[in-house]
C-alpha cells in the first residue's frame, strides 16, 4: 500500500527568462512568459514544473535568476532549474532565489563531485540528474552530454546507480532517440532503471498522449516530464490525469 | 501579529517567505530569539535534524522554544521542523530534538528514497481539507503521539501532529499547491 502518487511535470524551455518552445495556449496574455505559463500549468494540475534553460551562460544568469525569483513569488509547486550550472555556488544561487530543485547534466559527468558535495550542502532532494541517454549499436544504453552531441563513454544503468549512491536525489531520464517524435517514451531503459533504482526516475523524451504516461508509469516510472503534448494545446494536463486515473494509476486530482 | 521565521541557515528559506508573501501574512526572519511582537513561531523544513539542533542551542533557541510552546503559544513546524519537535533522530543520533513529542525519528522504509511527491494525507481529526501532500523526506516519525493524520508509503507515518497551539506537519504546505494554501491560511495566525 502506498499513499504516493504518480507526477506529471510539464518542461518549459526558456532563454533569456522568455519560454521559447511553441507553446499555444489559449486566453493567455504572453505565451514567451514563463510565470504565466507556470501558473496556468498549476492550475491545470501539474505536480511539479521544470525550466531548462537552453542557453545558459554566465551573461545571461542575471536573466535566469529574476525569472526563477518571479516563479517562486507566484507558484505554490515545487519547481526545478536545469541548465547551466557548473558550481556549488551556480547551485546556491538558484536555491536562494527560490529554486527548490536543480538539474544538472553536463556537470554532473564532467565533475561528479558536484553532485555529491551538492547533495551533501544542500540535500539529495534539491539535487536532480538530467541523464540524456541513446541506444548504442550493441543494444546498450550510453549517455551523452552537451545536448546529446558527446558520447561520454558511459552507461546508463551503471551511472545512474553511481549517481543514486553520490547522493542524487532524482533522475531525468531523457530517450535522445525520443525526444521530439512522439512516438512515446522509450520503454525498455525507463523500466529497467525505473524498477531497479533506488531513488526516483522521471521519464522523458517521446511522449504525445496519455497512452504514452500511462505506459510509462505502469512500466516504473516516478513521474513522467512531457512538452509538446500540452504546450501544443492538444491534452490539458488535468484531462490527461483524468484518463490516468481510470486507467487505475494513482493521480492528484 | 507578526510571524516569525526561524532561520537555521541550512537551507533556504525562500519558498516559505514567498508563500507568506502570497498569503499576505507579517512575518520576520529571525537568526536570534527575538520575540517581541511574534506571535507565532514557524519553524521551516530545510536542513538535516542536527544541523538545526546545533544552531537552535548555539544561539539560545532552545528555552524560548520551551517556554513558548509551555505558555502554549502559536508554534508551526514544517518537514524538519516537526521532527525536531521529537526527542531524537537516526539522521543525527547524539543530538537530541526538543522533545516536546514523544518518539524517535526513524529512517522511512520506502521502495525509494527520498520520498518525493505528492502523497495522500488522512486525516483523524476532522476540520482539515482532505487531499495530498507535497512530501521530501527520507526520515519520519512513525510514533502515533499526538498523531492527526497519518500517510503511508512503505510504512505507515505521522504526517501531522497537533498539541495546544502546536502543529507541524512532515509535508510542505507551502510546496502544496491550492490545497496548502487552504491549510496554511487555517493554520497561521492572521
Request: net charge negative.
Amino acid at each position: 500500500m502506498s499513499d504516493l502518487l504518480k507526477r506529471i511535470i510539464p518542461c518549459l524551455d526558456v532563454d533569456g527568462g522568455r519560454v521559447v518552445k511553441g507553446v499555444n495556449f489559449q486566453n493567455l496574455r504572453d505565451m514567451g512568459d514563463p510565470v504565466e505559463l507556470a501558473a496556468r500549468y498549476e492550475e491545470e494540475g501539474a505536480d511539479e514544473v521544470v525550466f531548462l534553460d537552453i542557453s545558459a551562460s554566465a551573461d545571461n544568469r542575471p536573466t535566469a535568476l529574476q525569472m526563477v525569483r518571479n516563479v517562486s513569488k507566484t507558484l505554490s509547486i515545487p519547481f526545478t532549474l536545469g541548465g547551466g550550472l557548473r558550481t556549488l555556488d551556480d547551485i546556491y544561487a538558484f536555491l536562494e532565489a527560490g529554486a527548490d530543485k536543480v538539474a544538472l547534466n553536463t556537470t554532473a559527468v564532467k565533475n561528479p563531485e558536484v553532485v555529491e558535495q551538492g547533495a551533501q550542502q544542500f540535500g539529495s532532494q534539491c539535487v536532480v540528474v538530467a541523464v540524456d541517454v541513446k541506444r548504442n549499436e550493441d543494444g546498450r544504453y550510453g549517455v551523452y552530454t552537451h545536448g546529446g552531441r558527446n558520447n561520454s563513454g558511459l552507461l546508463a544503468a551503471p551511472w545512474v546507480k553511481e549517481l543514486a549512491r553520490l547522493g542524487a536525489g532524482e533522475i531525468l531520464l531523457t530517450s535522445m532517440d525520443r525526444d521530439g517524435t512522439g512516438i512515446g517514451f522509450d520503454m525498455d531503459i525507463t523500466g529497467q532503471l525505473g524498477r531497479d533504482v533506488s531513488i526516483p526516475i522521471i521519464a522523458s523524451g517521446g511522449a504525445r498522449n496519455p497512452t504514452h504516461l500511462r505506459d510509462a508509469f505502469l512500466k516504473g516510472a516516478d513521474a513522467v516530464l512531457a512538452a509538446t503534448m500540452f504546450h501544443s494545446g492538444d491534452y490539458r494536463i488535468d484531462e490527461a490525469k483524468r484518463y490516468l486515473a481510470g486507467e487505475g494509476i494513482p493521480v492528484r486530482i | 501579529m507578526t510571524i516569525g521565521i526561524v532561520n537555521p541557515k541550512s537551507g533556504n528559506i525562500t519558498s516559505i517567505c514567498d508563500t507568506l508573501e502570497r498569503l499576505n501574512r507579517p512575518y520576520r526572519v529571525l537568526s536570534k530569539p527575538d520575540l517581541d511582537g511574534i506571535g507565532q513561531i514557524l519553524l521551516p523544513g530545510q536542513g538535516r535534524f542536527g544541523a538545526v539542533m546545533k544552531y537552535l542551542r548555539e544561539n539560545g533557541w532552545i528555552q524560548p522554544l520551551n517556554d513558548w510552546v509551555g505558555a502554549d503559544k502559536p508554534l508551526l513546524g514544517i518537514c524538519v521542523g516537526m521532527q525536531i519537535l521529537f526527542q531524537e533522530s537516526e539522521e543525527d543520533p547524539g543530538e537530541p530534538g526538543l522533545g516536546l513529542f514523544n518518539g524517535k525519528i526513524t529512517r522511512l522504509k520506502s521502495p525509494k528514497q527520498p520520498m518525493m511527491g505528492w502523497a495522500t494525507v488522512h486525516w483523524s481529526e476532522e476540520g482539515y481539507p482532505p487531499g495530498a501532500a507535497y512530501f521530501v523526506n527520507s526520515y519520519v516519525a512513525v510514533s502515533k503521539d499526538h498523531s492527526i493524520a497519518h500517510t503511508q508509503y512503505g510504512e505507515q507515518f505521522s504526517a501531522a501532529v497537533k498539541r495546544g497551539a502546536t502543529r507541524a506537519f512532515q509535508f510542505h504546505p507551502e510546496k502544496s499547491g491550492a490545497w496548502g494554501k487552504e491549510l496554511l491560511e487555517q493554520c497561521l495566525i492572521s
